[in-house]
C-alpha cells in the first residue's frame, strides 16, 4: 500500500500545464501569466492632486517652514482626528491666496499657477502648471474666492507625481505570477485588455459501470444513478478546471476505446469514476493499459484507498481512477485531483487551508490509513479555538455517506497511527469550499 505523501508526490508531478494563449482581462483572474509586462507609459500620466483642496505653490502657504507631523509627504492622506487637533502656528507669510479658478478630475483645460494664487481641485485632478503641492480643505477655512491656509504644505504635499505608481520600463507583472486583482490592475494601467496566460487546464470527466443510469431516467432493477461524475465534475470546476462531463462512456471495448482516446487528446487531465473495485472495472482498465501506463496500487487512505492513477497516449495525459461512491470519490478529488488542477494552474500552494480544533465528539479511524472525515468546523466566540465536530455517529459513523458530507465545511485529518480520537483533543482540519 502507497503513502498519501508518495501519491500525491506522483500526481502533482505529472500535473500539464496548457500551452499559454491570450485572454482578456475580465478572464484572467486566477491564471498564470506567461509573459513580462513591462509599462510603455508612466502611471499617472501627469501631476494630480491626491485629495481635494487647493492647488498651491508651497513658498506661498509658509512651505518653508516644513511640517512636524510625520508621514505628511507625498500622497499622504489628512488624519480623521487632525481637524481636532491643536493647529500648527501659523506661518509668518501666510496670507490669504486668491482663487482663480477650479480644475475637476478629468479635465484637459490646462491652467497656468501665477505666484501668490491658488485653484481648487478635486481628487485626481490635473495639477495647474507651476503648482507644487495641494493645501487639503480640511486644512484651510474653504473659501471660495479667497482661501486662508492654516497649515503650511511643503513641495510635493498631497501630490502624485508622474511615474509615483510605475516608470516607463518597469515590470508591472512578470511571467509566472498568478493574476489577482491588484496584478489585472496593474496590466490595465499600462493600457493592455488582454494578457497572454496559461488557460484552465481543460479536465474530462467520465463514468463507467453496467449499473449506471443517467439522472433523467428512472432507474430499474439492479441500476443507480450516476452520482460520482457530477459530483467530482464540480469539485474540479471549484478547483479551477475548465470541465467537461461527457457521463456514462459505452462499455463496448472498441467504443470504450474510442471515447478515451478521443478525449485524452484535447484534455489535460481525465477523470474516469468506477474504472476501480470490483470486477466490472476489468475492461476499462484492460483498455486503459493500451492507452497507457496505469498503476492501481491502493493508497493507505480511508476512504478512498481503491484507485488508480496513469499517463495515456504520446502526450502523457494525467488520468485519474476513482471508484464509483460518490463520498470516496470526493475525498480522492479533494486530496489527489484538486492539487493536480491547482498545480497546473501554477499555483504555489496546492492544498487547503489547515488549522487546529478541539474534537466535540469521539472519532474512529482504521489503522494504518489516513482517515480523512466529514467535520463541521466551528469557532468559541469567547476564547477564538477553533471547534470540530465529526458528522456521523458518536464514533464518526459510516464514512460514505453523502448526506453528512453536503453537510460538511471541513474535514479532519487523521494520521495513520491513530485509530481513536476522545473528546476534546486537538486534530488536524482542513478547510473546505466556503460557503456564503
Known sequence: MRSVEDQLEMVVDAAV???????????????????????????????????????????????TAGLSRPGAGSGAQPDAGDEDQEAAPAPARQRALPVVGKVNAGSQKPLRLQPKQAVRVATGAPLPTLADAVLPLAWSDRGTKRVTPERPVRTGDFVRRVGDDIQPGDIAVRQGTVLGPAQIGLIAATGRDKVL??????????SYGLELVDVDRDPGLGQVFDVASYAVAAAAEEAGADVHRIGIINAEPRQLREAIAGNVARSELVIITGAVGGSGADAVLHVLRELGEVDTTRVAMHPGSVQGFGLLGDERVPVFLLPSNPVAALVIAEVMVRPAIRASLGKASTSRRSVRARSLRAIESIGGRRGYIRARLMRDADTGDYLVESLGGPVGGPAHLLAGFAEANAMIRLPEGITYVRPGEIVDVEFLQQRS
Open 197 to 206: 496566460a496559461y488557460p484552465r487546464p481543460r479536465v474530462t470527466v467520465m
Open 17 to 63: 500545464t496548457p500551452e499559454p494563449i491570450r485572454v482578456g482581462l475580465g478572464d484572467a483572474l486566477g491564471l498564470m501569466c506567461a509573459e513580462e509586462i513591462a509599462a510603455a507609459k508612466p502611471l499617472p500620466g501627469f501631476n494630480q492632486a491626491a485629495v481635494d483642496g487647493y492647488a498651491v505653490r508651497s513658498v506661498d502657504v509658509g512651505g
